[in-house]
């Protein structure tokens, strides 16, 4: 009965991070679209996506993987006693702040430095001169997005999950609004200065549920507690694999400053739309079944673990495989139909849905990424994951050096999907020595099941836009979003059919719940 029950948490607890998280995905490529129809793909692009670079890592780094991974196992241990679980997030938040501020004093005076030598030595003078003013206003976003993730971590252990979501999408709101209101007057630095305002009111938005749990700050450093020792011994492993991951990025947008002007800004427009489905479900499957993951590896119920787990990785087979093909099948009409306006060209619709589908292939790995590295985590075995995320980086920046001389911006995106994959495998492997219980009997035919009707998907929707589109004016902006609209509608009704007659789990499951619901009703 408890474990019904759990399941159901999870599910409700699922569909709310799907549902807010795609539409802060849809807002966050409503942001690319602007920008994209108002400065298409060149210089400008690219010193704005590079100024993120600096920024992103330190939040990375400092908040974003390491903190969260590392924090919610530690504070999870402390539900019953939260005056010491203040004491050891307060610890916690008080060092991360102090790092923060070093690191932030440390990139604004060696910016132009980091600009012209490491991250985009390939740009012209002009851009660099950019990257570095939008570089050196976006370090103020890194403060207050640390912050937000630091009280998103609190929120996630005590199942509070509606603060983070929506903050989320305000962020992406006062970007778009506050971009295009100074654009007239600041160019592209309009959309900045948007950034910085966006992270300040992601952060005030998590303050009430901060309230609500009783949240408690203390000005110490108790880095003796058990529990921040504790914090460390998990955190440390995570921060220097988080490092050689975020050496991958910078590699790319090197290698990218040497390409054509608007190279790094196709790469990151191709990968933003690679990135949706991971991001609106492998992260939001992740997240969901993370807390409980860990209180059941606390617990030592590795029977209930191993089923949770197997559950996460089948749930992410079952949407993440026919968004793969579905993405690489319908990559130009989307192109089109998201960009294809304003200074955007069709020569720039081609070249970048070439990109997309290399960068598409590797949609299925990095999101059960995402799930097996939580089943890592929760096991407090982050060395483990760090260790094999560290292979894979590597192997991704070997392969980016050897295909970006053959294949331009395509080789370093095959070499991105390349890496993803080989994570998803090595990462399982590692888990089923850790955890020999763990079937994999039931995955691998769960894999099988959703690639057969995954594959009949795609080739459908491949001869519908090959028979299809010779009946369409697709210069008009109604008549491409109508194209991509139906080959949506065709590809899921395809996948659908072809799941229930394969009697996909997960299908059924959903059917289930459906069919209890609306006969409660």
Not at 225 to 243: A, D, I, K, Y
Not at 364 to 372: D, E, K, N
Not at 469 to 486: C, F, M, V, W
Request: one cysteine or more; aromatic letters at 12%; proline letters at 3%.
């Amino acid at each position: 009965m408890e474990q019904t029950e759990r399941k159901k948490s999870l599910v409700s607890i699922t569909m709310f991070l799907i549902i807010t998280g795609a539409l802060s995905r849809v807002l966050g490529y409503a942001r690319e679209i602007v920008i994209t129809t108002q400065f298409g793909q060149n210089f400008q692009t690219d010193a704005y996506k590079s100024a993120f670079l600096i920024p992103d890592f330190l939040y990375l780094v400092l908040v974003g993987g390491a903190f969260s991974t590392a924090f919610i196992p530690v504070l999870s241990k402390y539900l019953k006693d939260p005056q010491e679980g203040w004491r050891v997030s307060s610890t916690i938040l008080n060092l991360v702040l102090l790092l923060l501020l070093g690191g932030i004093g440390f990139s604004f005076l060696f910016t132009p430095f980091l600009i012209n030598n490491i991250i985009a030595p390939g740009y012209s003078q002009e851009a660099k001169e950019l990257a570095v003013i939008l570089t050196r206003v976006m370090l103020v976003q890194s403060v207050f997005m640390c912050l937000s993730g630091i009280a998103q971590g609190i929120c996630h252990v005590y199942q509070s999950f509606f603060a983070p979501a929506i903050g989320s999408l305000l962020y992406n709101i006062l970007i778009i609004f506050l971009g295009i209101w100074l654009m007239p007057v600041a160019g592209i630095s309009g959309f900045a200065a948007g950034v910085v305002a966006g992270s300040f009111v992601n952060f005030l938005v998590h303050l009430p549920p901060l309230i609500k749990i009783g949240f408690e700050y203390y000005p110490v450093l108790d880095l003796k507690h058990e529990g921040v020792r504790h914090f460390f011994q998990l955190v440390l492993p995570v921060v220097l694999g988080l490092s050689v991951i975020y050496l991958n990025t910078f590699v790319t947008m090197r290698l990218g400053s040497y390409l054509d002007d608007g190279a790094n800004t196709l790469l990151n427009n191709a990968n933003r739309l690679m990135q949706l489905p991971v991001g609106i479900f492998g992260i939001a499957i992740a997240s969901a079944f993370f807390p409980t993951l860990t209180q059941l590896a606390n617990e030592r119920d590795f029977k209930s673990f191993n089923h949770n787990l197997e559950n996460g990785v089948n749930l992410v087979f079952f949407i993440l495989m026919p968004a793969m093909f579905g993405i690489v099948a319908v990559r130009e009409p989307l192109i089109r139909a998201l960009f294809f306006q304003g200074a955007f060209t069709e020569e720039n619709v081609i070249k970048t849905a070439s990109v997309l589908f290399f960068y598409g292939i590797g949609i299925l790995g990095y999101s059960q990424q995402q799930v097996l590295n939580r089943g890592y985590y929760a096991l407090n075995n982050t060395k483990g994951a760090v260790v094999i995320n560290t292979i894979v980086i590597s192997v991704n920046i070997l392969l980016s050096y050897l295909l970006v001389r053959h294949m331009g911006a395509e080789g370093l995106a095959f070499a991105y999907s390349i890496a993803g994959t080989l994570s998803m495998f090595l990462l399982f492997y590692g888990l089923k020595l850790q955890v020999p219980s763990l079937k994999s009997g039931r995955i691998i035919l769960s894999l099988m099941k959703t690639y057969i009707a995954s594959l009949v998907m795609a080739g459908a929707v491949h001869y519908a836009i090959k028979f299809g589109e010779p009946y369409l004016i697709l210069e008009r902006k109604s008549a491409q979003l109508l194209e991509l609209y139906l080959l949506i509608m065709l590809g899921a009704a395809v996948y659908i059919v072809m799941a229930k007659l394969m009697h996909i789990e997960e299908l059924d499951s959903m059917l289930e719940k459906l069919q209890a619901k609306f006969s409660k009703n």
